[in-house]
């Protein structure tokens, strides 16, 4: 498949603008559903008072508010990410729990604006997957690393492991309204552009090979287990409308007859997860890693 990666950045930067106030309205059901990861990240990287963290894709920031409280007082934490409306929105939430001791940042983690060594840790949380060059952007990671500083990341394991990913997406791809399924690709090289998505890198092998390749050292790599709740079909469609930007354009672009079809056909696929009580309870699996520099 042809890739053109500059088209790719210019995308994503529009998408995660535009998705930005959906994932603001949604962030208490995402923190909840996400906390398992956010915290092997923290409590495997380690922070210590006085330390730097660098958190990279943050959204709206909730791993590196966890960091930012354990480096405080006298240590800092730069909340990055390439949209502007997502850091907004990391503001807004470090300001309700009042975390003073960090600097919000635009960055795209593939040229990081940051001096050679100057962190203790990163951080990022299901972002390096959606780049057009993750082999890069680990490559900057280690060079703003200090010597014995820590990367812990997380990437999706397979949509296959994720059928809150997997079913609206065999859904669509049966109507004729997007790609079928994707498979793990390759180990990403520094300066390889790779044809990005959510389970593009979902092998625990391509996520060592990635790490190593861009000269980090004792990687370890786990699985964590995820279960994402909702109260009814109801909540977990109209949440998959305001924070899937692919799902939202595609479904609504549809009549009105169409998307209550497909309303009606995806209530069906997550009967397997559904609860007598009519709540929803559905799998997931990430991958983790720490290393050091």
Known sequence: MSFDPE????????????AAPGWVRRQEQIRNWSAPVSQWMVQAADPQP???????AAGVGETGLLAAELV??????????QAEAMLDGARERAA??????????????EWIDLPL???????????FMLMADPGAALGECRRVLRPGGRLALAIWDTIQANPWALLPSVELNERGLGP??????????????????????????????????????????????????????????????????NFHDAVLSRPEAEIEEIRTSLQRRFEPFTLPSGELEIPGRTLVALAGA
């Not at 088209?7 to 535009?18: I, M, N, P, Q």
Request: charged residues 20%; negative net charge.
């Open 180 to 245: 079928a399924p994707p498979v793990p690709a390759g180990p990403a090289q520094p300066g390889t552009a790779v044809q990005p998505g959510p389970f593009a890198l979902g092998d625990a092998e391509i996520v060592r090979g990635m790490v190593e390749d861009a000269g980090f050292t004792e990687i370890a790599v786990e699985g964590v287990e995820l279960l994402q709740r909702h109260a009814s079909f109801e909540a977990l469609w109209e949440s998959q409308l305001d924070i899937s930007r």
């Open 117 to 127: 060594a100057a962190i203790d840790i990163i951080l990022c949380r299901w972002g």
């Open 7 to 18: 088209a790719h950045r210019d995308a994503s930067l529009e998408g995660w603008e535009a």
């Open 96 to 109: 309700e729990l009042g975390v003073a001791n960090v600097e919000f940042k635009v960055l795209n983690a």
């Open 50 to 56: 006085g330390e730097r963290v660098l958190e990279l």
């Open 72 to 81: 405080a007082p006298m240590g800092t934490t730069i909340i990055s990410d």
